[in-house]
């Protein structure tokens, strides 16, 4: 397990019950370098969206727990934020919420000469995923290793 991978794990499994007795779900945990500094962010939802003061609460939470199990080495930038509406689906639980939404779909490779795609959510499993292109119900599968980045798509 990577550095990064086992930082994440115990970052989640400090912020999650915190998250929770706030009554918020905990959406994803991301320990990343950008621009020359680390940051540990942490994505937190609930029904109707969350705050800035939900936010800032859980954030204090959190830097008072790491404070006491200081287990990351680098210095880093501690985040609490929502996720957005453009979130990615990470996670069984994102795959479930957005069955029969419609999904943006970019992948590593070309498919058939495009990279970016489009559809409503119709299945999914531990290896593909599976929507629905046109109203004709043309079903295009990808393989998840093919995936960059699925997520809800905004429609105005």
């Known amino acids: 397990m990577s550095r990064r991978d086992e930082y994440e794990q115990k970052a989640e499994a400090m912020l999650a019950p915190i998250v929770e007795a706030a009554g918020f779900e905990l959406v994803d945990v991301e320990y990343v370098k950008e621009a020359g500094n680390w940051y540990l962010r942490g994505y937190i939802d609930k029904p109707g969206g969350i ?3 939900d936010c800032e609460a859980v954030s204090r939470a959190f830097s008072d727990k790491l ?3 200081d ?3 680098d210095s880093y930038i501690m985040e609490i934020s929502s996720p957005g509406l453009d979130r990615p689906l990470k996670k069984e639980k994102d795959f479930v919420r957005s069955m029969g939404k419609l999904v943006e779909i970019r992948t590593y490779r070309p498919i058939e000469k495009q990279k970016e795609f489009c559809g409503i959510l119709n ?3 531990d290896n593909s ?3 629905e ?3 004709n119900g043309t079903l ?3 393989e998840k290793k093919d995936i960059a980045l699925i997520r809800l798509a905004i429609e105005f």
Do not use: P
Request: hydrophobic content about 35%; cysteine-free; proline content about 0%.
């Open 51 to 53: 705050t800035v003061n």
């Open 67 to 69: 404070d006491e199990d």
């Open 71 to 73: 287990f990351i080495e």
């Open 123 to 125: 299945a999914y499993d």
């Open 129 to 131: 995923v599976t929507i």
């Open 133 to 135: 292109e046109d109203e």
């Open 140 to 142: 295009r599968t990808f």
